[in-house]
């Protein structure tokens, strides 16, 4: 395994390009190393950054130790870490090389970023090719707070497709995340990052927005919606 996830990192970056990089570790489809941005209010805010050959950038922050915020666009993490000059994150969001913070921009990191974009690759499409879908909210009917799901996977989404089907669903049946009616709903200057790699507060674009696919639909639900999508796609 070792040896087949090196072949995929040489395939994204050689190894003068990674060379002196700190934190790189090495997956089947993506580069990880250490990332931060720094604050003069706040200081540095410290994560982890998964760089795709897709193009797709992807942040998991580690600023304290009960942070739960991850799998963010690179302009959102810029924001969470209370960055003044918020919207220049390939400039303001670092790597450590020989031990010094250098910025993205001044790296090779953000090649295949660049590439998508300029091919205009990826319309509605997140990494290894397959559909993106933003982060939905679900209102709980007994506190009235508004609660993330995040669908980056097959099984995010049935968690999600299956509590929108609930006709009264509270807090209490959400199993992915630790949350209560007792806990505080998200800020609405939070809620706005939806998870969308074209632009950080989009209110839905294709590149986020699914109108069905075998990541949000499934075979063995006997909703209609999953019961046409599958219909349609004999015919």
């Known amino acids: 395994m070792a040896a087949a996830n090196g072949a995929a990192c040489a395939a994204l970056f050689s190894e003068e390009e990674l060379r002196e990089v700190s934190g790189v570790r090495r997956g089947e489809d993506f580069v990880e190393m250490t990332c931060g941005c720094t604050s003069h209010r706040y200081g540095d805010a410290v994560g982890r950054l998964r760089v795709f050959a897709s193009g797709d950038l992807e942040v998991s922050c580690e600023c304290t130790p009960g942070c739960r915020e991850d799998k963010l666009t690179p302009a959102a993490f810029e924001k969470h870490s209370g960055k003044e000059t918020a919207g220049k994150w390939r400039n303001t969001i670092w790597v450590m090389v020989q031990g010094e913070k250098v910025p993205l921009s001044k790296t090779a990191l953000l090649k295949y970023y660049y590439s998508s974009h300029k091919s205009g690759n990826g319309s ?32 995010e989404c049935r968690v999600y497709h299956d509590a929108l089907a609930k ?21 609405a200057s939070r809620k706005v990052l939806r998870g969308c790699s074209r632009a950080t507060s989009c209110a839905g674009c294709m590149k986020c927005v699914c109108f069905g696919c075998e990541t949000c639909r499934f075979k063995d639900c006997d909703c209609q919606t999953c019961v046409d999508f599958y219909r349609n796609s004999k015919e």
Request: proline letters at 2%; one cysteine or more.
């Open 124 to 155: 509605h499409k997140g990494r290894n090719g397959r559909p993106s879908h933003r982060d939905e909210f679900i209102r709980c009917t007994r506190c009235g707070k508004d609660r993330r799901f995040r669908l980056r996977s097959k099984e």
């Open 167 to 187: 006709i009264n669903w509270t807090c209490a049946h959400l199993t992915t995340d630790r949350v209560t009616c007792d806990d505080e709903e998200e800020r």
